[in-house]
Each structure stands twice: as structure tokens, then as C-alpha cells.
């Protein structure tokens, strides 16, 4: 059974940085595409960014390009999202997703979640 585990969300200040990871069990981590998503109160699910089983260049969102990065290490089974210059409106609950094509994980359908993880950016 496949698990998606999320961690290092918490409360920063606008302008701060923090560094989200999420570790994959329960299967090969390496044959999967991951993605992130966000939620915010009240708004639908948001897009955030996606890379490859094989790493290649990633997808983002618009509202994020330039300030977020996404990498993958097959060997610690983890990807992780390195977020800068975070802004108010990045405060929302992130979702870990893995599919077993891009395509799905650009779409929202990816075949596995994670519970997800609070983000709260304080201005």
C-alpha cells in the first residue's frame, strides 16, 4: 500500500522561506511523477508544481514561478519543495500527489495523497 507523508508546513513570516518534504513508502518511489497542490480556506484545490519520475524540468504554477522549487531524490524515496519569498496568499494546506504519469499529476488525478501539511504565512 502506497503512503504519502508530508512534513516541515508550520507558521513564517511573509518574506520567509520554509522547506516542505514528502516521503513515499509502499512502493517504487522512482516509476511515480509528484506533484504539489495547495488548498486555502474556502478556495479550490490549486495547482503548485510537478516533476517527472526521471527529474526533468518541472511544472509550475504561475503564482509560484521563481519563488518555489521542487526536487526529488529517488534515493531517500522523498521530493521536496523549497518555497522563498513566501507571501500571505501562500498560506494554505499542501498536498503531496503521485502518479503514475505526468499527465495525471498536472491534472489533479494522481493515484495517491498525502494528508497534507498547514502552511500559514503571517504579514
Known amino acids: 500500500q502506497v503512503q504519502l507523508v508530508e512534513s516541515g508546513g508550520g507558521l513564517v513570516q511573509a518574506g520567509g522561506s520554509l522547506r516542505l518534504s514528502c516521503a513515499l513508502s509502499?512502493?517504487?518511489?522512482?516509476?511515480?511523477?509528484m506533484a504539489w497542490f495547495r488548498q486555502a480556506p474556502g478556495k479550490e484545490r490549486e495547482f503548485v508544481v510537478a516533476i517527472s519520475w526521471s527529474g526533468g524540468a518541472p511544472y509550475y504554477g504561475d503564482s509560484v514561478k521563481g519563488r518555489f522549487t521542487i526536487s526529488r531524490d529517488n534515493t531517500k524515496t522523498a521530493v521536496y519543495l523549497q518555497m522563498n519569498s513566501l507571501k500571505p496568499e501562500d498560506t494554505g494546506v499542501y498536498y503531496c500527489a503521485a502518479g503514475d504519469r505526468l499527465s495525471k499529476v498536472l491534472r489533479g488525478t494522481g493515484d495517491y495523497w498525502g494528508q497534507g501539511t498547514q502552511v500559514t504565512v503571517s504579514s
Open positions: 509502499g512502493r517504487t518511489f522512482s516509476n511515480f511523477a
